[in-house]
């Protein structure tokens, strides 16, 4: 049976694990542009390297327009043809046959068990990982709640989001309030483009070891940084 985001598989099921180590690797500028065809490169080149399993399906969400299942070596052609905020997911685990881990050390998975790969695409729109709850305007200093709709494990912003004074988010003035009093500037928590890797803990390296999927990163984002939520829900 297939191993998909639903996590079917009786043998495989991690559900009853409770929570999970998320990260989030993402370009080191919000402002810098990432094209469809970037990311169908990056996809393709995580399916060559054996980090995603080509053999199985992967689930593609559009926003707005439903999910679907499709054969992983088709999903580089969906990405290329994204219009819209796309997002392409796949649940590997690491004692697989040819599986590569990009967390190994030492050539030992760390840890072992499943990779839930998500990457997204946002179009024009920004993704934020940690949703914040209201936006306080740089230009008039009103602070409004935010209600943001969910993609995947973030929240969409459209960058074109009027305040009540008539002023466009401004990512570098702009204050983000998160629901636990934290603020932060938008450009802080907002981005275009990211790879999330789910696993059942945190790894000891705080950044990817494996040089040649880093590479593959830095090619695509130009560039990254890296977020890390422990102790969170599982994707669903």
């Known amino acids: 049976m297939p191993v998909t985001r639903e996590r079917v598989d009786p043998i495989r099921d991690h559900a009853g694990l409770g929570l999970v180590h998320r990260r989030w690797i993402l370009p080191d500028d919000v402002s810098r542009p990432v094209a469809p065809p970037q990311l169908a490169r990056l996809w393709r080149g995580l399916l060559d390297l054996g980090v995603l399993n080509a053999r199985e399906e992967v689930r593609l969400e559009q926003f707005g ?32 046959e040819g599986r590569r881990d990009p967390y190994a050390m030492g050539g030992e998975s760390d840890p072992e068990g499943f990779r839930d790969y998500t990457l997204y695409f946002t179009a024009g729109s920004l993704l934020l990982p940690i949703p914040p709850v209201a936006r306080t305007c740089a230009r008039c200093g009103l602070r409004a709640p935010l209600e943001l709709p969910r993609f995947g494990e973030g929240v ?15 990512l570098a003035r702009d204050k983000a309030e998160l629901r636990n009093g934290a603020v932060f500037l938008p450009e802080e928590l907002a981005f275009r483009a990211a790879l999330s890797i789910e696993l059942p803990r945190a790894p000891q390296s705080e950044e990817l070891p494996d040089a040649e999927v880093a590479g593959l990163l830095r090619e695509a984002f130009g560039g990254t940084d890296e977020l890390a939520d422990d102790e969170v829900p599982p994707a669903e």
Not at 66 to 90: C, H, I, K, N
Not at 156 to 163: N, V
């Open 65 to 96: 327009a439903g999910t679907s299942e499709m054969p992983a070596v088709a999903s580089p052609g969906a990405l290329l043809a994204a219009t819209g905020p796309t997002l392409v997911t796949q649940v590997v685990w690491t004692d697989e």
């Open 156 to 170: 969409l912003l459209e960058p074109d989001a009027a305040c009540a004074c008539g002023a466009a988010v401004d």
